[in-house]
């Protein structure tokens, strides 16, 4: 059966185009194909639509900043399924009596980086944990970020779909810099108003900042390492480790590149379309 795609966009990535068109194919059957929508180099869309009865096993990539957390929380709110953040999973057990709690609290006492084995220990139990009480399927945050991981995570479950958060580097800095942690609640917020005007073909890019509430306004600080230095440092080793575990995903039809194109007022809406999940959200709303 021959299938034909939609014109695509001329500034459209040749890397977006092969993950697409393979995964198109390699999921392809007469039930579930409904149409190819277009491949966009900013914001691809997915050839299937996400069926919200079947299991849902998707990672969120990007790098630290970017806004991981906050997108993955609210896709998991909308179709149902929790949001796992390996980060989180750390502090669950080292603030526990489980066995792995004596040694994560010396690793991180030495400053030591927490073991790919240790990682996928937490993991695997808490989708064990999942699978038994009927979770239908996870959103993974920020894991794995090395091809080692992701090559030990295909050994423990089959992820669906990798959605890799981008944003421009001056955005993201700044973004970083204007972080701000409430010392008594420990909720963040953002000081900075980001503007950065089109140019050389690039679009703008604004992104209001995110207040505190009067009660944590005036316990706001910042952390310690958010300082430009040590943020350029941290982008720099993530874009060095990032790129074989985009390219990994990539040759199994599984990447999905979404350039974030403001704050979430701008990019929410164009993310549901890239994932093909906008009428879901307004049937979602429309029952409830």
Not at 108 to 137: H, M, T, Y
Not at 244 to 250: A, K, L, Q, R
Request: proline share 6%; aromatic share 8%; net charge neutral.
């Amino acid at each position: 059966m021959a299938v034909s795609f939609r014109a695509i966009s001329r500034s459209s990535s040749t890397r977006a185009f092969s993950c697409y068109f393979s995964r198109a194919f390699s999921s392809f059957n007469s039930e579930s194909f409904l149409k190819a929508p277009p491949l966009f180099s900013s914001h691809s869309r997915l050839p299937l639509r996400p069926d919200p009865n079947q299991h849902i096993q998707w990672v969120f990539l990007g790098c630290p900043g970017v806004g991981k957390g906050t997108y993955a929380s609210r896709l998991s709110n909308l179709l149902g399924v929790p949001h796992i953040a390996t980060g989180d999973l750390v502090r669950e057990e080292l603030s526990s009596s489980g066995p792995l709690s004596s040694q994560l609290k010396e690793i991180v006492n030495q400053g030591k980086l927490v073991s790919d084995e240790i990682i996928i220990n937490l993991l695997s139990k808490r989708l064990e944990a999942g699978a038994a009480k009927g979770e239908s399927g996870f959103i993974l945050d920020g894991f794995p970020r090395t091809i080692r991981q992701a090559e030990i995570l295909e050994g423990v479950t089959n992820i669906d779909l990798v959605v890799n958060l981008k944003l421009r580097e001056e955005a993201l800095l700044a973004k970083c810099l204007g972080r701000r942690i409430c010392g008594e609640c420990g909720k963040n917020y953002n000081i900075a108003c980001i503007d950065i005007k089109g140019e050389n073909g690039k679009p703008g890019i604004y992104m209001a900042p995110l207040p505190a509430p009067p009660q944590c306004a005036s316990k706001l600080i910042q952390r310690s390492d958010d300082t430009e230095e040590v943020v350029k440092e941290r982008l720099r080793i993530y874009n060095e480790l990032s790129q074989p575990v985009e390219d990994f995903y990539c040759n199994r039809g599984k990447l999905l590149e979404f350039e974030l194109p403001g704050g979430i007022p701008e990019s929410w809406p164009k993310l549901l379309q890239a994932l093909n999940l906008e009428d879901y959200e307004y049937k979602q709303s429309a029952a409830a």
